[in-house]
């Protein structure tokens, strides 16, 4: 009886310790907080097993080639980069932002054999209610998914995306805005609300307001780590002033779901990149609509800076 419950015990000790696994889909070199996102990851490894990394939209080979370079300042070059389909030729927004793809030029780009789309795939379907997804930049790979195969998305466990505009906009408050990941490619963005998938929505609803202010970047530089210094060295070449954090919190709300409220709904995409709630239909969505945003800046700077990430 004593071996047995030895055994239980043993058992219930290694199941509590298994990680999450994730997959992280990012425009990464556009604005910087796909850089935040990134670098929390990367802070998090004791909760989560970064399966991949897969980068979207526009220049995606510039994308996978910074995304391995933090990764070999951090140490995590073991993580493999998945590169999706380049848009940049389709799209004349796809090019309005390159100034961080400087920091890593000259890096030796590894190409995986599999695309971005097809890791995804495989992923879920040997891992079938396994996988999170955190999607933080337009939904580019998941349209090409969903063509080839309409039914595995409904695979992952959860996909939280930074996507959408729901009850108010960039100001924080209302009218409702086009949000960005949703209005560069809408015919994507109507595929991926209408997948069945069991999506959470980090929206501007929750985004928005979550400002890095200057203590908390001046902290961050004068932390002089591999991480932190490869945040300020993508901020200094973003160039402007005051991030707003919007692809961190899609991690936030998996992580600290505490800091949330959240409510399901059924939302639609319209043809100007809009995301409706449309009142009386089926729920095919759970938004994001507060968040404790001081709480989360607390948590999340407290990653960054005691980590000791290194090569």
């Not at 390159?98 to 891992?127: D, M, V």
């Not at 080839?148 to 009218?175: N, R, T």
Request: glycine share 6%.
């Amino acid at each position: 009886m004593k071996k047995l419950i030895l055994l239980l015990l043993i058992t219930m000790q290694a199941f509590s310790q298994q990680k999450q696994k994730i997959i992280f889909d990012c425009d990464l070199g556009d604005d910087i907080d796909d850089a935040y996102a990134l670098s929390l990851l990367l802070t998090m490894q004791d909760r989560y097993e970064i399966m991949g990394i897969t980068t979207c939209y526009g220049r995606t080979e510039d994308r996978a080639r910074l995304a391995q370079k933090m990764l070999s300042e951090t140490g995590q070059s073991n993580i493999p980069v998945y590169v999706g389909r380049n848009t940049s030729k389709m799209n004349e927004r796809a090019n309005w932002f390159a100034e961080q793809f400087y920091w890593a030029e000259g890096f030796p780009l590894n190409l995986q054999k599999q695309s971005a789309s097809e890791f995804i795939q495989s992923s879920l379907k040997k891992f079938p209610g396994e996988v999170v997804i955190f999607s933080v930049g337009p939904v580019t790979n998941f349209a090409d998914i969903i063509d080839q195969d309409p039914e595995v998305l409904k695979k992952a466990k959860a996909i939280y995306a930074m996507f959408g505009s729901f009850q108010i906009g960039y100001s924080a408050k209302a009218p409702i805005d086009a949000e960005w990941n949703v209005v560069v490619d809408i015919p994507a963005a109507k595929k991926f609300v209408h997948s069945g998938a069991n999506i959470i929505y980090a929206g501007l609803d929750v985004t928005a307001m979550v400002k890095l202010d200057r203590p908390s970047r001046d902290k961050i530089l004068q932390r002089q780590s591999p991480l932190t210094n490869a945040l300020s060295g993508l901020y200094v070449l973003w160039g402007n002033e005051t991030p707003t954090l919007f692809d961190p919190v899609a991690i936030g709300m998996e992580a600290y779901p505490n800091l949330f409220k959240t409510e399901k709904v059924h939302i639609d995409v319209d043809d100007k990149g809009f995301t409706r709630i449309i009142p009386g239909k089926t729920t095919n969505a759970e938004i994001g609509i507060s968040i404790d945003a001081n709480g989360f800046i607390e948590r999340i700077m407290k990653k960054y800076l005691y980590q000791n990430l290194h090569p």
